[in-house]
């Protein structure tokens, strides 16, 4: 009988050459395109330097920034539920302690952050995937337009972009220990302090700690200990000073009915028109729902309340919620950024990086993943990223669609892409993967209207905001540039006159509003007290009172409107 030889390990010095990687090591191509990822966003940032658009913050980013000098004086712990996601504005605040009231320190921060996220992204899949793989999605994640375009504004996006990333490493990941679980909790928790819906991701992550079955109790638990170390902090803090147990905000149900209401469109419409500022946000949602109610309702009982009002209104009419789902699904595939405040257009318009990173959008990026989606069918990793993507788009669509929520797909998307690109294996499935691409490209690219334009409306939003600041010439500039644009816009034709106003061109002042309250019927007690100041400051008193009467019969508590009375009747 033949004597088996004890077994003696590969020696280093003769490797299995099917098993030997060619080209550079995996962590080495992840520094590369980290660092292309670091160099770019810097160039933006030149760019950007001393633009208006860097300058002045708009929607979120300046309520963020006024919250956390808020926390920065000392009001920590505030008086109320969150209505808005805590964790950037007090991430700001621990900032502005160390740096002070620095935007660049923010904008270094979130750079350096998005850098080490495609640097991380392209490690984890070159060790998943392939090498090839690796790269690619990294670079995909890197080169994003609309992903370096938000890592350079002071808002939360970027940062819940680089968090996404840790989840998609993660679920790459061929091996999961408790510790990597616990880590990958605490990225999910602090993600859903950033973006509410991103809870949902809880699914493909539990699904990836159970993968195996020894030590799945240990990973679990582990998964949950770290999303309540940011989670139930703050869940606490709401009951003390609210009396509801939250672990993130109060905003579900009126969010939940912008996106689902009769009057709904797909996109962010403010429950009052011209008061979509956050600041109005919850004032109008709490006044509203109290009405309504009959009662003083607290921050639970308001989001309550709006979640049943979409549910009527959806009894209402069924088919109404049917296609107003599938316009949200269209606008989520959108090949163009769905704005809020700001449109990625008149950044791009200043930016040479901006305009040359265009081609690079979500148009192409579905498209790609989705064919990703067939190559890697096979694979565990590939199944619980395409998951991931589908879970966090559907929280999407439930309620309703802007470029922001939408860009938390891309760190799951750039893998699966990257197999499209990268494809080494099924070349059974390639006729397929090709098949689903050019639908997938062709529902992307399918015209869809939407309402005004993306410019005009940044240059409202502008303007509105400059007015608050008193810099009326830059104001006026401004609404003038939006209504050259759009001159549908009310909101345009509104900022004019008050900046026109606020230069004392009293008569100039008048046509925009007459514009304003014709475009836009919720704007006309609003238009008519101004007009009726603007005539009162010309010498026309009785064309003044005759104004300011009509304004307040439509809003008999109009505060303009009363206080211009009051001083009309005071000459």
Known sequence: MRKELPYAPMSPAAPDPARVPSGPRPERVAVGVAAVALVVRLLALLELRGSVWDEVLLGDARLFEQWSRAIAAGDWLGSEVFYQAPLYPYLLALLASVFGPARLAVQLLQIGCAAAAAGLLTLASARALSPRAGWVAGGLLALHGPAVWYDLQPE???????????LAAFLLARTRSPRLAFGAGAALGALTLLRENAFVLVVPLALACAAERAGRARRWLALGAGAALFLLPVALRNLAVGGAFLPTTANAGVNFYIGNGLDADGMYRPLVAGRGHPAYEREDATRIASELAGRALGPAEVSAFWFGQAGRELAEDPGHFLALLARKVRLLCAPGEIMDALAFEVFQDESLVLRALSWLGFGLLLPLAAAGCVLGAGARGPRLLALAAGVLALSVVLFFVVGRFRLG??????????LALGAERAATRRGLALAVFFATAVLCAWPLALPGDPRATSHAN????????????????????????DPTSAEAAYNHGVALRGLGREREAREPFETAARLEPAYAADCLAEIGASLAATGDLAGARAKLDQALSLAPTHAAALRHRAALDGR
């Open 156 to 166: 939360k996006t970027s940062l819940a972009v680089s968090l996404g990333a840790v």
């Open 462 to 485: 502008l303007a509105s905001e400059l007015v608050r600041r008193g810099d009326f010439v830059r104001a006026e500039a401004a609404a003038a540039r939006a209504r050259a644009l």
């Open 409 to 418: 797909l891309v760190p799951f998307l750039a893998p699966l892409a990257a």
